[in-house]
């Protein structure tokens, strides 16, 4: 790999400043850049004039020995998002700003490693997220690390190391910046500021490093220091729409920044929104997702007649398609999870549902103590429950509580080593299953099955790339963790409905299985949507009677 020494050549010629908006716009015609080998002539006239297009060398380093990825000098190569005009301006605004000497500060706020990129002059540029600074990964800085990456997140749907391609799918997939994802980025990025943990292994230079960059937004407060009241209806719908799509875990009110507006007596609601932190969308099974503006009253407005138009125009294949060609390492269950909960926007919003109302049909609700599965979920373990021709008379039930006991006991054990023979006796009805061979198949039939899953016709060359950076534990082959070696299911019944406990995942089926699984889904939703658009508009309406 070759990398220009920028940062000589600009200071003591030129000295860089932020590029101009008419300067970004004409970075954006050049499409091949690879902007690790930027000649001279590129840094003579700030990034401009004279640039050589259409270098030809390859998104990824081919660089194999981790020696060879650390010297002295900040840099930066883009590694995802190659072909998109805003993402390159934004990582050859970053780069000449590396050159120039800028600063690179850590934020003290999330759970994550983050760092603000500036230029000379102090302004934020970009934010850069090292994914092996994710909460729980070994070299978080915020006292969340230790484990390795590839093993389960925070949310156990997304593994850690892998947000970092989940911001960067965000962004690809908010078409025409329909929700207003700042343009994103997966780079390789070096710099003496990042975290590196004591125990890790050191290398006597600049840390480099994989992380998601995304462009800075300006703003004044995040959603959760203002009242809902003042965000527009546009605003709340669009990131809504999006959160539906990706199945977004983790939507609180402080990853939606708000731009400061003139506010007068006329001005209600004015406010536009804009997302960050898509690293927890996009999970391997049907998880729980958190919408923060669910029960906003925005959400309960009906949907727009162009906003009706976008959801229309959406295409799950296309959005598949996308992701599996520019993002090969995201695995084929968190796109299929894609496709499914825009088929269900789609046909939702055409049979006339809200926001709301969509929402809540795709989000567990807590009863009594007790969690129970979302509306979608539900649908799915039927049309799961019709796929395999299981007839439940068949099947030894159990109630829902115990379930979730036994999931949250099981989850819990996951690291102490909890004995698991004790735990069949303390729940006496999952000795029944016949099925079970082994209590290393009931975990992981609890625990992990979606982490079994292959890549279905996938390359796997960009996840061998992370994984070479820095300890990357692939989930087949994890040893302590036992992931994989499950032979058979397990399965029972809960309200009638055949269950397949720990998650709802796709990544296993063929594709064939999968075809028939959506032909069957798109089969059963209408009567559901139906269902669930009288059950809503009843709660709807007890709820506003309770007002009076
Ligand atoms: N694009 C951006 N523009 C401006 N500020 C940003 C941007 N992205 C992140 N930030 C700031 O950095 C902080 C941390 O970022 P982020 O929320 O993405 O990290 P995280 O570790 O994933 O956080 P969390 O623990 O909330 O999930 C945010 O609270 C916000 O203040």
Redesign the pocket.
């Known amino acids: 790999m070759r990398f220009v020494q920028m940062a000589v050549v600009v200071d003591q010629h030129h000295g860089i400043k932020p590029l101009t908006r008419s300067q970004r716009c004409r970075l954006q015609s050049y499409t091949h850049l690879d902007y690790s080998i930027f000649p001279h002539s590129f840094i003579n006239t700030c990034g401009v004039a004279n640039i050589h297009k259409s270098f030809s060398t390859p998104c990824l380093s081919q660089t194999t020995a981790l020696e060879d990825d650390f010297d002295s000098n900040p840099r930066i190569e883009i590694v995802g998002g190659c072909r998109v005009p805003r993402v390159h301006a934004l990582v050859v605004e970053v780069a000449i700003a590396m050159a120039s000497g800028a600063d690179l500060l850590p934020?003290p706020?999330?759970?994550?490693g983050?760092y603000f990129l500036c230029s000379r002059n102090g302004d934020?540029i970009a934010?850069a997220?090292p994914i092996d600074e994710e909460?729980l990964a070994f070299n978080n800085p915020k006292g969340f690390g230790g484990r390795m990456l590839g093993q389960p997140g925070v949310k156990r749907s997304v593994r850690i190391g892998e947000?970092g391609i989940r911001e960067l799918a965000a962004y690809l997939l908010d078409h025409g910046g329909f929700a207003s994802v700042?343009p994103t980025a997966l780079v390789k990025i070096s710099h003496v500021a990042f975290r590196v943990n004591n125990n890790a292994a050191k290398i006597s230079a600049t840390p480099y490093k994989i992380a998601s960059l995304?462009?800075?937004?300006d703003?004044d407060f995040?959603a959760g220091e203002l009242g809902f009241s003042g965000f527009s209806i546009a605003s709340v719908h669009h990131i809504g729409i999006f959160d539906v799509r990706v199945l977004n875990l983790?939507r609180?009110a402080?990853?939606m920044?708000v731009k400061k507006y003139k506010q007068n007596k006329y001005a209600v609601g004015a406010a536009e929104l804009v997302p960050?932190?898509h690293?927890l969308c996009l999970p391997e099974w049907l998880d729980d997702p958190y919408f923060e503006w669910l029960h906003w009253p925005q959400a309960s407005i009906p949907f727009s007649e162009s906003e009706i138009e976008y959801i229309s125009n959406l295409n799950p294949s296309k959005d598949a398609e996308l992701l599996r060609t520019q993002i090969p390492s995201l695995r084929e269950a968190a796109i299929r999870v894609l496709v499914l909960c825009t088929i269900f926007l789609k046909r939702a919003t055409a049979a006339g549902l809200c926001l709301a109302d969509i929402g809540e049909m795709m989000t567990r609700q807590f009863c009594a103590g007790e969690e129970r599965l979302s509306t979608l979920e539900n649908l799915c373990l039927q049309v799961k429950a019709t796929m395999s021709g299981t007839d439940d008379k068949n099947r030894e039930t159990i109630g829902e509580g115990e379930i979730f006991q036994l999931q949250n006991d099981i989850k819990e054990s996951f690291d102490e080593n909890f004995d698991l023979p004790q735990l069949l006796q303390i729940y006496p009805g999952m000795s029944r299953f016949s099925s079970v061979g082994s209590i290393t198949e009931l975990t992981d039939a609890y625990i992990y099955p979606p982490f079994k899953e292959s890549n279905h016709g996938n390359d796997d060359s960009d996840s061998k790339n992370m994984k070479g950076n820095s300890g990357y534990v692939d989930g087949s082959t994890s040893g302590s963790h036992k992931v994989g070696g499950l032979t058979e299911r397990v399965s029972f019944s809960v309200n009638n409905f055949n269950c397949e406990t720990g998650a709802i995942s796709f990544g296993d089926m063929s594709k064939d299985e999968w075809d028939l699984f959506l032909d069957n889904f798109e089969k059963l939703l209408p009567d559901i949507l139906l269902k669930g658009t009288n059950y809503l508009s009843l709660k709807k309406r007890l709820r506003t009677s309770c007002k009076y």
């Open positions: 934020v706020s999330g759970l994550g983050a934020n934010v997220k909460p947000s700042p995304q462009r800075f937004v703003h995040d983790d609180h402080g990853n920044l960050i932190d690293g």
